[in-house]
Structure formats: structure tokens, C-alpha cells
């Protein structure tokens, strides 16, 4: 399983359930008791518990992160794929961004159903459809070529959320459907903290520099070097219009929430 760390999640998932009509189909105020599975450091327990009035708990097998995530509700130590409860004890068992990262996604969804007596839910992306717009002219190019090679060398299909339906399907869950739901994240003037660090991350290659071990399985070292310049060029490019208060961007990740009944 791959694994992060706490900044790139709370990072990843700012803002994403704001809007929490997304979850409508999940009628949460119905449910009496929510295991939201992989929940790193909390931001969707957090909503769970806000919006229901439901006993919520969150499992993940990093105990860094959940150290952060018991802020927001009981916590357990748990693997996905054996998870350490009984059969049928929830009404909604839920993940987000976890099955893309599991070599063996349908052993996952199978034992969300073991677990739910009511309904499975998973909220994933498809990083294939993401799309970026920038005042910086070759950022969006560079970030379509990266994500493109990271896509190929990584070892789990994170380009899986249009097709969890499929595997609920095959885990026997019945009643299944999918709401697509785009989540844009926007960077402009006034800056934070994050944005900057982002954009210094970039013009250092740090960003990339992190992902070398991925990228390098689908392209050779002279390549990678190579993209690496660009982006430490774009990066600078970037802070420069920041400098400014002109530069702006726009990512857009498409999610998938897909519903079953167990």
C-alpha cells in the first residue's frame, strides 16, 4: 500500500467538503454508526461526525496519522483488507483516495461489505482526468507530462474512480451508483503559506525530486533530469508572477463517490 505523509493529505483534501451536498446519496443523518476507513489525518471523519449523528470511527494502519484524525473522533489501527471488526457492526462504511493505493482493491471492498449492514461508499479519483490551468504558459504542459509518467511507472491504478463500480459489483454489492463530483482547487493573490511553499517546492525540482523512484520506472534517468530543469524553471516562473500578485491556477481533479448496499 502506498503510503503518505500527513502534509500531502491535508493538503490533497483542503476544502474538498465544503460542500457537503456531494454526500447527499449517503443520507448521513440516517446512519447510527460510520467506519470511515484510511482516514489519515481526519478531514472527511471530521465532516462524517459534523454532518451525522452518527458514533464515527476511523481506522487506518499509519498511527502517525491517527494520531491527528483521534482529534476528531475514536480511532483504530486497522488494515483495509482485514479489518478488525465484527461482521455487520456499521451502517456506512466509507473510504476516500484509499483504493487507488491498494494493489488489491476489491479484497478492500469486500470486507467493507463484511463489515457494513447497510451501505459501502468510496470516494475516488481518477488522476488520469486531472487538468490544470495556469497564467504560467508551460505549466499546464509539464504537469500533463509528468502526471502521464507517473501514471505508468506507479504500482496501483490511480486511475481507478469511474471504474469502482465495476468492482462493487463483483464484491457483490447490489443497488450500486456513481455521482462524478470535480473538486478545483485555486491558487491566487493574496497567497498562503502553502501556495508559496508550493511554488518554492517547484522551482527547487523538491516536488518532483519525490516522485524520481516513480517517474524513473516509465522514463530514463537523462529524462527525468531533463523534465526536472523545466520544472525548476516553471517553479521560478511562478514565484515571479507571485511577486506580482498575477499568478493564478487551477486544478481540477475529477472524484468519483460510488454507493453500494451490502
Known amino acids: 500500500m502506498r503510503r503518505f ?11 474538498m467538503w465544503d460542500e457537503v451536498g456531494k454526500l447527499a446519496d449517503l443520507r448521513l443523518g440516517d446512519h447510527d454508526r460510520i467506519v470511515d476507513v484510511g482516514c489519515g489525518t481526519g478531514e472527511l471523519t471530521r465532516v462524517l461526525v459534523r454532518e451525522s449523528d452518527a458514533d464515527v470511527l476511523g481506522i487506518d494502519a499509519d498511527p502517525g496519522l491517527l494520531a491527528l484524525a483521534r482529534e476528531h473522533a475514536p480511532v483504530a489501527a486497522g488494515d483495509a483488507a482485514r479489518l478488525p471488526l465484527r461482521d455487520a457492526v456499521a451502517d456506512l462504511v466509507i473510504c476516500q483516495a484509499l483504493l487507488i493505493n491498494l494493489p488489491e482493491p476489491r479484497s478492500a471492498i469486500e470486507e467493507f461489505g463484511r463489515v457494513s449492514s447497510g451501505l459501502v461508499c468510496a470516494i475516488e479519483p481518477d488522476n488520469a482526468g486531472v487538468t490544470v490551468e495556469s497564467t504560467v504558459g508551460a505549466e499546464a504542459g509539464l504537469e500533463r507530462r509528468a502526471r502521464a509518467r507517473y501514471i505508468e511507472g506507479v504500482e496501483t491504478d490511480v486511475t481507478l474512480g469511474p471504474d469502482v463500480r465495476e468492482l462493487f459489483a463483483e464484491a457483490g454489492l447490489s443497488n450500486v451508483r456513481t455521482r462524478r463530483y ?27 525530486e519525490s516522485d524520481r523512484e516513480t517517474l524513473t520506472r516509465s522514463v530514463s534517468p537523462e529524462e527525468f533530469d531533463s523534465l526536472r530543469s523545466e520544472w525548476r524553471e516553471m517553479g521560478r516562473e511562478a514565484i515571479e508572477q507571485m511577486r506580482d500578485g498575477t499568478y493564478e491556477r487551477t486544478e481540477t481533479v475529477p472524484f468519483y463517490v460510488t454507493v453500494g448496499r451490502a
Open 5 to 15: 505523509d500527513a502534509d500531502y493529505l491535508e493538503e490533497t483534501r483542503r476544502g
Open 182 to 208: 470535480d473538486h478545483e482547487k485555486r491558487v491566487e493573490a493574496p497567497y498562503d503559506e502553502s501556495a508559496l511553499d508550493a511554488a518554492r517546492r517547484k522551482a527547487t525540482g523538491a516536488g518532483l
